[in-house]
């Protein structure tokens, strides 16, 4: 907990926010870093972890970690990427009406009134907020597509399902890893692209 925090006060020194922390056999040590947010940050405001971020923070936690005399082979320093972990209720406020993949702790079981598998416990759809403290994931279970395989404009799209969940419930949760390679878009053009 000590190396957590020590290297949470020097990211924040610097003016970023730890995303992420893993420590794995063979000496490595991962650290994930993005821009702090603060709610009611205007579109467009979001802010992209540079190169040059990453290694101004691993500059300054190699010197830390050799005064705290920490025990490592490699120092890694990255932005969060596509597939962004959302861990705290904030980062679900930041990324709401994004797309997510979602992993329940324990399968949905008889909530879903036969409507969805009893044993299922991931979900891939737009995050929304709920009445309360709580969240929704709405989407659509479209048919899988086989390769070259032509798809009628004409056919119905599949109903829209929705769940709602609690932080407390999730045994994960990241953005989905949706990639556009003809330019940024912004989340609620995203949000239109996967649902129509």
């Known amino acids: 907990m000590a190396l957590q925090q020590t290297i949470d006060d020097t990211v924040r020194s610097l003016g970023h926010e730890l995303v992420e922390l893993e420590r794995s056999a063979g000496g490595l040590l991962r650290v994930t870093i993005d821009w702090p947010w603060t709610a009611g940050q205007g579109e467009g405001a979001e802010r992209s972890v540079t ?3 990453c290694e101004r ?3 300054q936690l190699q010197y830390v970690l ?3 005399g920490v025990d490592y082979q490699r120092l890694e320093v990255s932005s969060p990427g596509i597939d962004r972990p959302l861990r705290h209720a904030q980062d679900f406020e930041r990324f709401e009406g994004a797309v997510v993949d979602l992993v329940l702790k324990a399968p949905i079981g008889a909530a879903a009134a036969g409507q969805v598998a009893a044993n299922r416990k991931k979900f891939r759809g737009t995050l929304h907020r709920a009445d309360g403290d709580g969240w929704r994931i709405v989407w659509r279970d479209e048919p899988a597509v086989k390769p070259g395989q032509r798809v009628s404009a004409r ?15 999730l045994a994960s949760a990241r953005l989905a890893p949706v990639v556009d390679f003809k330019g940024r878009k912004s989340p609620s053009d995203l949000i239109e692209t996967k649902q129509g």
Do not use: I, W, Y
Request: charged content about 40%; cysteine-free.
């Open 51 to 53: 190169v040059e971020d």
């Open 57 to 59: 923070v691993t500059r």
């Open 66 to 68: 050799e005064v705290e």
């Open 155 to 169: 056919r119905a799209p599949a109903p829209e399902q929705a769940l709602d969940f609690a932080l407390d419930e």
